[in-house]
């Protein structure tokens, strides 16, 4: 039950419309907002794009894309008061020579179509019937819908993101284009999305960080076919380990608690893939729960990870 109202919670923010947030003050950089940026694919959304500090066209930037956009900069303007602080800790280690010029672009969810856009779609599909329609009729706490009346759209989120945004930041933005230079990072269902993201365009991004990965996929393990759905789908559609970085952690708290036994079973999964400490990391964050701070105090390691110079 504290795991239930505790999602719940997380839940409900998310279910709150607030496009009408002001934008983000960062203590390094600038953002360029980009208000209710349209799609053929999925909800309009806003796109905050952060440019480092003396942001020069006449360079290049490696590009990180980072779900929930709302989260990541300014903990005044969000719901519970925290955030990732992305543009002090991406901008610190690029002072340091740490990391590689990056900008990252933070898409805001679509409140209501979070857990559709970010469900991974090929794994729901290989279910049966049955199993389908629990999972899609899933109840937060307070018996409404985590889906919110949504199909599951995760397959249009990700062409909105290779079709759609990342040829606009591209266009707008002095970007290495490359996947060696494209990565994807978020928490929780947002960990979720950018797995499958560097699953399915491979070609397109070249990491994935993955944060408390919400391995079940809704609230409750009990009878839950969706985290050996994800093993299958992992077992064939895993990219190449010789060309992809894949960065897991969880905590061991909260809803984090329910993911060591889960990302355990992964982690074998990513041995008999050819996934080795080269290309791939899993960190435990004993006490650490399924919260912002959280994910702030830890947003060092998969940087460096993903983005680090000595790579």
Known sequence: MKIYFFFLTVVTFILISISQSPEPNVRQGKIDRYKDFSSEYVTARNVDVWLPENYNPGKKYAVLYMHDGQMLFDASTTW????????????????????????????????????????????FESLNRKDKKRILEADRDDSASLFQGHNINSDNYLKFLVKELKPFIDKKYSTRTGK????????????????????????????????????????????????????????????????????????????????????????????????????????????????????????????????????
């Open 80 to 123: 519970n008061q925290q955030a990732w602080e992305v543009d002090s800790i991406a901008g610190e280690l690029m002072e340091k020579g740490k990391i590689r010029d990056v900008i990252v672009v933070g898409i805001w969810n679509g409140n209501t179509t979070r857990h559709a856009d970010y469900f991974p779609q090929k794994p």
């Open 180 to 311: 060696d230079h494209t990565f994807i990072a978020g928490s929780s269902m947002g960990g979720l999305i950018s797995l499958y993201a560097v699953c399915e365009y491979p070609e397109v991004f070249g990491g994935a960080a993955c944060l408390s990965t919400h391995w079940p996929g809704i609230l409750s393990m009990e009878d839950n076919p969706v985290p050996d759905a994800f093993l299958r789908y992992l077992e064939v559609q895993l990219p190449d380990p010789s060309s992809h970085l894949i960065y897991f952690d969880y905590g061991t708290e909260d809803l984090d608690a329910l993911y060591p036994p889960l990302q355990k079973q992964v982690d074998k999964v990513m041995k008999a893939k050819g996934f080795t400490e080269k290309s791939w990391i899993t960190k435990e964050f004993p006490g650490e729960g399924h919260n912002e701070n959280a994910w702030r105090d830890r947003l060092h390691h998969p940087l460096l990870f993903l983005l680090g110079t000595d790579k």
